[in-house]
Nanobody, 119 residues
Framework: QVQLVQSGGGLVQPGGSLRLSCVAS????????MGWYRQAPGKQRELVAK???????MYEDPGKGRFTVSRDNAKRTGYLEMNLLKPEDTADYYC?????????????WGQGTQVTVSS
């Protein structure tokens, strides 16, 4: 069973930091791109950042300069480091990975983790 398992969410004060992890498990031939998304209450899911197989990273404006996306291929893990967190960063955060498996290539979603930024 191919899965993405997330961890690292929680409650943090404004200005604080969190690091989210996304671990890919199962029979996986390659991990292509890995993206991070978030969905705030009552809002649509939005892309936060993405790292591609060639190492290119991209950041959407809300986290640009504060967030860092990375991957450790040996650990089959992607990370989203979030610094200088703001209340408006409060959301459910999801990782999505483009994986090549025994059934072909497609996107897989993590289960999500809640990030709450509040005093």
């Amino acid at each position: 069973q191919v899965q993405l398992v997330q961890s690292g969410g929680g409650l943090v004060q404004p200005g604080g930091s969190l690091r989210l992890s996304c671990v890919a498990s199962g029979t996986i031939f390659s991990i292509n791109s890995m993206g991070w998304y978030r969905q705030a209450p009552g809002k649509q899911r939005e892309l936060v950042a993405k790292v591609y197989s060639n190492g290119l990273t991209m950041y959407e404006d809300p986290g640009k300069g504060r967030f860092t996306v990375s991957r450790d291929n040996a650990k089959r893990t992607g990370y989203l480091e979030m610094n200088l967190l703001k209340p408006e960063d409060t959301a459910d955060y999801y990782c999505k990975a483009d994986l090549s498996t025994t059934t072909g290539r497609r996107d897989y979603w993590g289960q999500g983790t809640q990030v709450t930024v509040s005093s």
